[in-house]
């Protein structure tokens, strides 16, 4: 049942001034009940503190990079330039107060000192060159050769020895002026001494391809011939001077040749040819 909004029968009202005190009353009380379970901080004193140090840290660190680079830029010549004081230079060379003692040294008296016999050596001098005189290259000095080497590196092997002989083609000759030496096609061809190229020719006729050096033996003018050597091989040229063992060519089949080979011819100042693999079996041993 509700009650009666207007009239005597009307229920009353709470009084406002309970409901005001109660309100009142209970918000102090609820205050003082917070305050006393958290108490609220009174000063906050670090962090204005911490904010107010942050600007003086960056402008040291700001201004301690910035003297690092300054000194590390700059050089010491142009600090020590303002010092009032005199310094040496770091440039400067340094003195070397190094002093040496004599060397001395003591020999017992017991000691006997022989004198060298002077007369136990004797100095010779070198044996003269040879001097030729060759149409292409003029006059050349040629130095004694002190060694003396095979042609090729398998020189046991041969097809052809010194002198008479059956004609093995047409147009070649019945006396075999040479000795053929067959190491193998594209084998190197040195040269037996030391020596100076007199002839270095592509077109030798029956030769072919052929090297002529002259040497000086035991103060004797020797001429070594090198013929039939593959076309583009030749490693020296006119007026070049050779060492023993030194490669002139390779072994070939050129001018008038049946197969690959290598065809030394040897003579002296007369052009007389001799018997070379036993002038070279002779020398060599």
Not at 74 to 96: F, G, K, N
Not at 182 to 194: E, F, H, L, R
Not at 198 to 204: C, F, P
Not at 227 to 236: I, P, W
Request: proline residues 8%.
């Amino acid at each position: 049942m509700s009650s009666a909004k207007h009239g005597r029968r009307a229920a009353p009202k709470p009084p406002a001034r309970l409901r005001t005190r109660s309100t009142r009353e209970s918000a102090p009380h609820s205050a003082r009940r917070d305050a006393s379970a958290t108490p609220a901080p009174v000063r906050t004193a670090p962090k204005p503190r911490t904010r107010s140090l942050r600007p003086a840290f960056s402008v040291i660190a700001m201004t301690f990079v910035g003297g690092m680079m300054i000194a590390t830029s700059v050089p010491a010549l142009a600090i020590t330039a303002t010092d009032p004081e005199p310094r040496a230079s770091v440039y400067a060379p340094v003195e070397d107060s190094i002093t040496l003692a004599p060397q001395t040294i003591e020999v017992a008296s017991e000691a006997e000192l022989e004198p060298m016999d002077s007369e136990g050596y004797a100095v010779e001098a070198a044996p003269p060159p040879i001097f030729s005189e060759v149409a292409s290259v003029g006059s050349v000095s040629i130095v004694e050769s002190d060694a003396i080497v095979w042609p090729v590196v398998s020189w046991e092997k041969r097809a052809s020895g010194f002198g008479p002989r059956s004609a093995p083609c047409s147009g070649c000759s019945t006396f075999h002026d040479g000795v053929d030496f067959n190491p193998g096609n594209g084998t190197p061809v040195m040269s037996i001494a030391d020596g100076v190229v007199v002839l270095a020719t592509e077109d030798g006729g029956g030769l072919g391809v052929n090297v002529e050096v002259q040497h000086n033996i035991g103060g004797e003018l020797i001429t070594s011939s090198y013929a039939h050597m593959q076309y583009g091989s030749l490693q020296v040229s006119e007026g070049q001077r050779v060492s023993a063992g030194q490669q002139i060519g390779l072994v070939g089949t050129t001018g008038q040749s049946t197969g690959p080979h290598l065809h030394l011819e040897m003579f002296g100042a007369d052009g007389a040819r001799f018997d070379g693999f036993a002038w070279l079996t002779e020398h060599i041993g």
